[in-house]
């Protein structure tokens, strides 16, 4: 997590290293019902709903939610959200000495 020193916007990055997905699966993620098949995650159950959730509400405060990945080295998802969109721990209650939070 990080707070862009130009513009204010926070930027939150979550990776894995993991098995990756193919580029050109890329495009179908944030989709309605899709889903990136493979070996491994067939033993998962989903409706392939969670990231097209994600990527609406984002979008509707003005953000944005990108995904890199590279086969076989993991995959990367960020979420950037605009400075006016994003409370200040202090003003939310939150502790504004936690580390968590350097805003």
Known sequence: MRRD??????????SDSGIGIPESRLT?????????????????QGSGMGLFISKTLVERHGGSLTITSAEG?????TVRLPADRVVAPHLAGTNRNSPDFDL
Request: aromatic residues 6%.
């Open 28 to 44: 179908d993620l944030g989709k309605p019902f899709s889903r990136v098949e493979n070996v491994m995650s067939r033993r998962y």
């Open 5 to 14: 020193p130009a513009d204010g916007d926070l930027e939150i990055t979550i």
């Open 73 to 77: 080295h993991g995959t990367s998802v």
